[in-house]
């Protein structure tokens, strides 16, 4: 049977005869795919806003080295999880046989709009800050209307006409193959890989920066006591490590699964992390925290003050194709989460139509772009912290489903995550926890944005499941 299995589904085809995805995603592009997806909006905007909610370099440094070992926690947990459940689908399919399709239905319908399509919007208008170093009227600052105030107000102009093309192309781009998106994704992949090692590299050899920095504190903007703020910052953090487990999301078109997984998750995460800890060195390094605060491109501002603005241009246009390759593995990833969802029964049937020439979800692929270009209008601060609560619930729930799914005499066991067990589960969780809790205390609005959210996911499912009863 295993052996049948693998036949129909190397020949594209399933049981029923229809199309189906294919496993052709080896070791090199599913890491590729965990750090093109990590790699984006956060480490390239979070720090100047850090800067000011922090105030210390030191302590800004801290909360991106929490993060690493954090997002390390659950590259770990998530590996077992996919290793014993190699379908596409991630959190969907390990709270769907933990907690019930209500909890696996939520979760894929949060992906929709928390997991992917606002990830998607916020490194889209990052890409346009960064094209704004050449074309300013493409800066998120350079709104031409604005409806509304605060979290829930809708601006457009340049920067969100520049985030929607963008979608646009990447997303027709994914109609036609996950073999050939994956060939782009190494490409864009290597760049971005490229221009963080040259980045940090000349920053220190030939940056005009100062270490002085470092003991250089900023005026805090932020008038939460700092164990408050840092909590709510963690969501930020959390944005920024999002990905690391982008590999279990495309299980089901995984060479050697079991194999090819937990090699992935594991070693993008770690390369990642490390990534993200030296260009925070560097940031600081090129200016005092003061001098960057409230800014979204920070990468653009450090070229400068390390290189001057000539060859500051070739990194904010290198960056900019950097965030393109992480939009690219969002657009690649959640439309097989959907299609999981689909073919379970538990979504939209549509979502799991497959191309018969292409072997792509297409109408998951085309749904999620279009929410993508809706919430491309949203303000990009609101977007960060709605994706990180959502996902952090979700994370936490997912992470948490190792205790009942450990009792199973047949189920297979990571060392790393049974060394001192449950050191590294408890750990997650009590980190996601007290930043969910601090969430809804401190961020009340977006927090409830998230909660409404998740509630809808519940009233839709059991909507759907009335209606076929």
Known sequence: MPERTSAIRQSGIDKAGKPALLRQIGIVSATALVISNMVGTGIFTTT???????????????????????????????????????????????????????WGFMTGWVSLFAGFSAPIAATSLAFSDYLGYFFPALRQDQTLVTIGSGAFSIRLGGAQAAACCLIAVLTLLNFIGVRRVARVQNLLTATKV???????????????????????????????????????SLFWIYVCYSGWNAATYVAEELKKPERTLPIALTLGTALVALFYVLLNVVFIYALPLEQMKGVVAIGSLTATHLFGPETAGI????????????????????PRVYYAMAQNGAFFKWAAHVHPRWHTPVYAILCQGVCSVLMCLTPFPALMVYIGFTLTFFAVLSVSSLFFFRRRPEWQKLRVVSFAFPLIPVAFILVG?????????????????????????????????????
């Open 48 to 102: 100047g806003f850090l800067a000011g909610d922090l105030g210390d370099p030191k302590v800004v440094l801290f909360i991106w080295v929490v993060g690493a070992m954090i997002a390390l926690a659950g590259a770990f947990c998530y590996s077992e999880l996919g290793i014993n459940f190699p379908s596409s689908g991630g959190e969907y399919v390990y709270l769907t046989r933990a907690y019930g399709p209500t």
């Open 194 to 232: 490229g221009v963080l090692l040259a980045f940090i590299g000349l920053a220190f050899l030939s940056g005009t920066g100062n270490w002085d920095h470092f003991s250089q504190p900023a005026q805090r903007t932020s008038t939460l006591p700092l164990a408050g703020q840092f909590a709510i």
């Open 315 to 334: 990194f904010s246009a290198l960056m900019a194709l950097s965030l393109v390759a992480t939009v690219n593995a969002e657009v690649t990833i959640g």
């Open 433 to 469: 926890g007290w930043t969910i809790i601090y969430g809804v205390m401190l961020a009340p609005k977006v927090s409830v944005a998230g909660i409404i959210t998740i509630a809808a996911g519940a009233v839709i499912y059991h909507f759907r499941r009335s209606r076929r009863a």
